[in-house]
């Protein structure tokens, strides 16, 4: 190589560097705290055309310490209650208003005392379950499960089959096969009626997995597009506004994660009572 040629690849070098590093975009990286990042690799395996990964991921970390927050949180609510019958302290307050609401004016209301008393225990454990991965989604470091379309997808999947065994139970399985189809309906449509019908509960589960998960993916989105622009426009008179907006935001976040974690349970109950009670 001649010393021309390499005093112009050095050039060319040090140029492309130089771009890089000044290329406001190399500093933030939007989505990163998006994705699903393996954390711990482990093997996979295959069933028929499906490939299970075993690995874990920042979702699987992020639900590990959902359940295990629940667990110590309420485990300790029981055992204080257990020793007290008055409850005390702001946190056993606040988690009591919260069941009772949950349990009250969610279930009971929807379904009825008798039958919503067999169904509290899921739907709360499902709305807290929710409720902590959302909240978690909001601290520095962490994820946001239920930004994941496979965590959202679990969730309504398990509502899915609950609705379909409280039908069943209910009514009996042909019973429930026959409610599929509105009573009086004429037999020429009935080839027409009972695909949609079968399409109709398919979409159920599916709507509860793109809310949860958009609407969780949404703001983050946001947050993380205004502090790109203080990355983008390096001026003060951009970063200011961005923050003050960011933060706005980031405190809406804390209402969606209860609004959410709301809509889906409050979704589910009305699911699983139409299966068991579909004349209502």
Request: with cysteine; net charge negative; proline share 5%.
């Amino acid at each position: 190589m001649s010393g021309t040629e390499a005093i112009a690849e050095g050039t060319h070098e040090t140029a492309a560097h130089a771009e890089h590093a000044t290329d406001p975009f190399d500093f933030v990286h939007l989505f990163h705290h998006l994705q699903d990042e393996v954390l711990i690799p482990l093997p996979s395996f295959r069933v028929g055309a499906a490939t299970f990964d075993l690995s874990i991921t920042k979702a699987v970390l992020m639900m590990w310490i959902a359940g295990a927050l629940a667990l110590f949180l309420f485990g300790g609510i029981a055992r204080r209650l257990r020793r007290e019958d008055v409850p005390r302290g702001t946190v056993t307050n606040l988690f009591e208003a919260i069941i009772l609401f949950v349990r009250d004016d969610m279930v009971y209301e929807i379904m009825g005392k008798g039958s919503g008393r067999r169904f509290a225990p899921y739907f709360l454990t499902l709305f807290f379950f929710i409720l902590f991965c959302n909240v978690l989604g909001l601290v520095p470091f962490m994820a946001t499960a239920t930004g994941n379309l496979a965590v959202t997808g679990g969730l309504a999947f398990l509502t899915f089959l609950l609705t379909q065994g409280a039908g069943i139970r209910e009514q009996g399985l042909m019973t429930y096969l026959r409610s599929l189809v509105p009573p009086g309906m004429p037999i020429f449509l009935l080839p027409i009626m009972i695909p949609i019908e079968i399409v109709g509960h398919l979409i159920r589960p599916f709507a509860l997995t793109i809310r949860l998960f958009a609407n969780m993916t949404a703001g983050h989105v946001v947050i993380l597009s205004l502090l790109g622009l203080i990355f983008l426009f390096q001026a003060v008179a951009v970063a200011i506004p961005a923050i003050a907006f960011a933060l706005f935001i980031n405190t809406l976040e804390l209402f969606v994660a209860f609004l959410q974690a709301y809509i889906f349970v409050f979704l589910s109950i009305l699911f699983v009572n139409a299966a068991m009670h579909p004349d209502h």
